[in-house]
């Protein structure tokens, strides 16, 4: 038992602390504590418009290609779907850049966490419904490649923008990787199984780093 009291603490504090972030409970401390330092935070959201909008617009036009080559309707859907989404995003980074005031309330940034969340989550589930449709539907070789390169390209991006929000981070890790994964395990290619292993690892390499 003494020798294993030094571990004790840093096991406990990393648990306490993943499940405090999952629960949301670390964000909400310090909105309260910190109103300031909360609406840098927000800032960060929507920092950068333009490549967060043309990386939007490529996603959108992945769905398009894998329509293009398989002719298979999910595609248009979905590539319909992201379009409409983009739009509604770039909406609300206008309506933000506009809003912005000296000594916003913590209900108003609040607000706008939400907006930014909902949007960046619907388009994290299009992405990730577009890998498992390329990948559980389809035999397109290069509809896989691209949409397992946009899948894991989306995840890191989005690892680096927002680690600062490790919930948001990891539900939408869930989102693109997810149904990548459940798209390689049910695949009929040789191996691709295997490959979803990966895929669950690179999912837990990024939880590890955002923490």
């Not at 390169?149 to 989306?154: D, K």
Request: net charge positive; aromatic share 10%; hydrophobic share 55%.
């Amino acid at each position: 038992m003494t020798f294993a009291q030094p571990h004790a603490k840093p096991i406990r504090a990393m648990r306490d602390r993943i499940a405090g972030a999952l629960a949301g409970v670390g964000g909400r401390r310090a909105e309260e504590e910190d109103v300031a330092s909360y609406a840098l935070l927000i800032a960060s959201l929507f920092s950068s418009p333009t490549s967060l909008l043309l990386s939007n617009v490529v996603a959108t036009l992945v769905a398009v290609f894998c329509w293009r080559v398989t002719e298979e309707p999910a595609f248009a859907a979905l590539g319909a779907c992201a379009g409409i989404i983009v739009v509604l995003r770039a909406r609300t980074i206008v309506l933000y850049r506009r809003w912005r005031p000296a000594n916003p309330t913590l209900a108003e940034l609040r607000r706008w966490d939400r907006a930014f969340m909902v949007g960046a989550t619907a388009f994290a589930v299009t992405v990730g419904l577009t890998c498992f449709t390329a990948l559980a539907f389809t035999h397109s070789i290069p509809s896989h490649i691209i949409t397992i390169v946009l899948g894991i390209a989306f995840s890191s991006g989005y690892v680096a923008r927002n680690a600062a929000r490790p919930s948001f981070v990891i539900l939408q890790l869930l989102c693109f990787c997810g149904p990548m994964a459940a798209g390689l395990a049910i695949a009929d290619e040789l191996h691709y199984s295997v490959i979803a292993w990966f895929i669950a690892l690179y999912i837990a390499t990024n939880v590890s780093i955002v923490f």
